[in-house]
Structure formats: structure tokens, C-alpha cells
């Protein structure tokens, strides 16, 4: 009987301890983007160097959109914890549903995605459809 107490013990001390480390390591959260130093961040990290002036930031935190003095449009979503950007090229399709704003790139494996704009999704739609 002392034997399984301490058994018991020892599992939910083990469950407890791996329980901390995915905290610690931040796995299984729900990442969000909630401001625009946050967007700016993921854009340099992205795409070394890109400097945004621009940024279109999704109401959700799914994702955004960072123009540069360039020109260039980054099209940025979080995939996990993680992001993932690409740089929009002529021809991109941009189709807006009020306030949302469907990008669909060239690249297969990055698809499309829907943003939640706000006002600001007929000015990135343009924007867009200028490149």
C-alpha cells in the first residue's frame, strides 16, 4: 500500500513538472499579434530588415499586413506560436467582404487569409491591388 502512495505521488509530481515546462516553453497557447511593435517584430524577423510604415493588424490577432517605404506589402499570420510572412507580389488576389480582407498568394503551402481589417480593409485592398 505504501508503495502505491508513493507511486501515485511520484506520477503527479512528474504530470506537475511537465505541466511547468510547456508553460515555461510556451507550448499550446492560443498566440495572438495585439499590438503594432509586436507586428514589427515578427516583419523584421520575417523578412531581415524589412522597416514597416504601414501596418494593417487583424481584430483577432491572426494575423497582419506591414508595408515598407518601398512599397512592398508583407502579408503576416501566426502559425502556432510561431509566425510566418510573405512578401505579396503583383498579382496577388485581395477580395474584401466589408470589413474582412481574403489574400490568397501564389505560394501554395502558405494558402490564403482572411483578415478582419475593420476600415482599414478597402485602403489595403487598393493598396494591394497596386502592387
Known sequence: ?????VQIAGSLAAILLLFLLAGWL???RDARLTDERQVRELADETWSGFDAVAIGLDREGRGA???DREGRILLLRLHGAHGAGRLLERGTSAERDGETLRISTSDKRFGSVTLDL???AAAWEA???AL
Open 1 to 5: 500500500m505504501a508503495g502505491q502512495v
Open 26 to 28: 510556451k507550448l499550446g
Open 65 to 67: 499586413l506591414a508595408a
Open 118 to 120: 475593420g476600415g482599414e
Open 127 to 129: 493598396r494591394i491591388g
